[in-house]
């Protein structure tokens, strides 16, 4: 279970630094972009949004590989308590019958 939720933490984390960092780039914080010709200005919003995307899309991977694991580690949990569910049963049986 700590697994899970460790999981679960670094992904927000990861998530956290990747929105800053696509909000972060935003054009109004940029005021030294008013000397640049329209053509250098397009280049560096078409470079803005490239960045902004690759963060969101970095926030996104993180969750999906977050659910991911917490799958993986889910269903080894539960083979692991089945397992232990038929190894105490068979103990059981086994113990009654030596009887």
Request: include cysteine; hydrophobic fraction near 40%; glycine fraction near 6%.
């Amino acid at each position: 279970m700590r697994a899970i939720v460790r999981n679960v933490l670094l992904a927000c984390l990861i998530s956290t630094f990747a929105l800053f960092g696509a909000l972060g780039n935003s054009a109004t914080h940029h005021k030294t972009d008013r000397k640049l010709s329209a053509q250098q200005l397009a280049a560096k919003d078409a470079e803005r949004s490239k960045e902004s995307l690759t963060c969101l899309g970095v926030a996104g991977l993180a969750w999906v590989l977050c659910f991911w694991r917490c799958g993986v580690i889910n269903r080894r949990l539960n083979a692991e308590r089945i397992y232990q569910q038929r190894f105490n049963e068979y103990m059981r049986n086994t113990s009654i019958q030596r009887q």
